[in-house]
């Protein structure tokens, strides 16, 4: 039987909805959702507010508290203008950038936005069409902006839409910003959002802040003498329908490389991603029809960016020539290995330089910048943690990469996001940098398990979807605090942090603290064997998450079937004592 008082609640909220403050389709949309008898649609949509998560605003698309309309949407803009006139009161005039990616009505919210800040006397700089996420960050910095705004759900399913703030910094809002902007929002009812704009106050910006971006991005390249030898590097690329289209063929042609086969179909913009199940590059369908046309040409690389351009996925040929995802962590130790080894080749590296890592990616990216004597940080799931950083240590040391498991990685610090574009042409170039020695993607990734260690890094979603679902995602976490594993996959638990008490526990009792900015519903588990065990739940989808980390040894680059083989069995170990 379903919760009366719950029902009671949502009932009343929804009702609030049919008032003429809201347009006739979403009344009638409420109006269907109570009259109908099965009330689970209703407590769905109304039973939370949408908050801001570790990305922002977002949820699926729909009338409703919780679900993203243009109420939704204009209550979020109007309570951001509220507070940026209150934070910047003494400026003469306040200014963001807002930004959009290709789903379904992102256009129209970008354009609602706009008139709302506008409406507010906040000076808007609206791109005229889709955009990557980097560079609206950009744009923030470069137009000296106070603010700024992405419409997107970034990987998400085609039924979801979202919203990125963004601080002046560009990178996206933190405390006590992030709860102060939250406390603005839930004061606005739908009669306070100001929906007529002043458009003398609108500025469209496209292809000017196009140029500057591509020409800062194409200042990252380490070696240029390595594309000119490989400049016929053969690439395939799909934006997977989004935004990456607008810039990612234009920056590799910048670098150098005149050899990029765009995916024909998957180039064509739209919210309804007609050639995937889901657009997230993390997902092996999402980059088949790119690994066929790569097999049709003989490719050297296939590589593929989410709708608003900020993560990329990868694919490349093992040794013996089949194609094979590279994963998140492969794909940021990648990364990080390159700039690091080429920046000390080059003479580029400086003492002041360093580098950062989300608590749940690899730590084999430690043990590289460990050996090459590199300040290594961590910072939670997120990019603006990763951004935090490198504003603190702004004017005194120098960020030269960055990454999380979850296929985001940035390289530079002029955007304060993830960023799919630089990342794209950054792979190039260590492909042709392999390609120079003779060598494929592939072969080095086996020279870093050989060198460093070999680590399997696997992740298990659990989702719950829903109101309920959000309740059982809690009591897994509360029972792994009240019960704390003693051993996991056969291996002593030696070390368990939990990033909600910032505490540490080893084996014998032993309590010390974590450093951390803030708490964190995060808990980890270190076994005697190496393994690392992360689980938190999702900040911005109805899932739990579990990061397993397996350790074992490759003697040889030839080695890597076994310790494959080896670490899945200790896998399912793992998977087995979670019950997962």
């Known amino acids: 039987m379903e919760n009366q008082e719950l029902i009671k609640q ?28 099965d009330k689970t649609e209703l407590i769905e949509c109304f039973y939370k507010d949408l908050e801001f998560g570790t990305g922002g605003l977002r949820g699926i698309m729909g009338a409703g508290s919780n679900r993203m309309n243009i109420y939704t949407v204009g209550a979020a803009t109007q309570g951001l203008a509220n507070y940026l006139n209150k934070c910047f009161k003494d400026k003469e005039q306040i200014s963001v950038v807002v930004g959009h990616d290709c789903r379904n009505n992102s256009r129209k919210f970008a354009e609602i936005s706009a008139d709302i800040f506008s409406a507010n006397g906040i000076k808007v700089y609206l791109f005229d069409d889709l955009r990557p996420t980097p560079e609206v960050s950009f744009a923030i910095r470069h137009l000296g902006c106070q603010s700024g705004i992405n419409l997107t759900a970034s990987h998400n399913p085609k039924e979801y839409n979202g919203y ?83 810039l990612i063929p234009a920056s590799l042609k910048e670098w150098g490389f005149e050899n990029v086969h765009c995916v024909p179909e998957q180039m064509v913009k739209s919210g309804d991603f007609p050639t995937v199940i889901s657009p997230n590059p993390e997902n092996a369908e999402a980059l088949s029809m790119a690994i ?18 900020d993560r990329v996925g990868m694919a490349c040929k093992d040794d013996k020539g089949e194609w094979v995802l590279i994963n998140g962590n492969q794909t940021c130790l990648l990364f990080l290995y390159y700039i690091i080894k080429n920046r000390i080749a080059t003479g580029k590296m400086q003492p002041t330089d360093f580098i950062v890592k989300t608590i749940v990616t690899t730590e084999l990216i430690k043990a590289v910048a460990d050996k090459n004597k590199i300040e290594m940080l961590d910072c939670y799931t997120g990019f603006k943690w990763i951004a935090r950083e490198i504003r603190l240590r702004e004017g005194k040391q120098q960020y030269i990469g960055g990454g999380e498991e979850s296929y985001g990685f940035l390289a530079e610090d002029f955007v304060r996001d993830k960023d799919a574009v630089s990342a794209c042409s950054l792979l190039a170039e260590i492909c042709a940098w392999a390609k120079d020695q003779g060598k494929t993607l592939y072969d080095i990734l086996m020279d870093i398990y050989v060198e460093y260690g070999f680590s399997k890094e696997t ?122």
């Open 292 to 309: 066929e046309l790569a097999k049709k040409i003989d490719a050297d690389i296939v590589m593929a960016s989410d709708p608003d351009a």
């Open 164 to 246: 990125k703030a963004y601080w002046d910094d560009g990178a996206q809002v933190l405390a006590p910003h992030d709860t102060a902007i939250i406390d603005e929002v839930n004061k606005v009812t739908v009669e306070d959002i100001k929906f007529q704009g002043n458009k003398d106050l609108i500025q469209i910006i496209g292809e000017d802040i196009d140029k500057v971006y591509l020409d800062k991005v194409h200042t990252l390249s380490i070696d240029p003498e390595v594309i000119k030898r490989q400049k016929d590097l053969s690439i395939v690329y799909t934006p997977l329908h989004g935004a990456g289209r607008v």
């Open 459 to 580: 992740t298990v979603n659990v989702v719950k979807p829903g109101k309920s679902g959000a309740d059982e995602i809690k009591a897994m976490m509360d029972n792994f605090r009240a019960n704390p594993p003693k051993e996991i996959g056969g291996s002593a638990v030696s070390l368990i942090k939990d990033y909600k008490t910032l505490k540490a526990t080893d084996a014998k009792g032993n309590v010390t603290d974590l450093d951390m900015p803030e708490t964190s519903n995060v808990l980890q588990y270190f076994t005697e064997d190496g393994t690392k065990i992360s689980v938190r739940p999702s900040g911005t989808e109805p899932k739990i998450k579990f990061y397993i980390e397996v350790k074992g040894e490759m003697g040889c680059s030839k080695c890597y079937g076994n310790a494959n083989a080896e670490a899945e069995k200790k896998v399912e170990a793992v998977r087995k004592s979670l019950g997962i």
């Open 10 to 37: 949502v009932t009343e909220k929804a009702e609030k909805w049919l008032t003429p403050a809201y347009d006739a389709e979403t009344q009638a949309e409420v109006k269907r959702m109570l009259e109908n008898p």
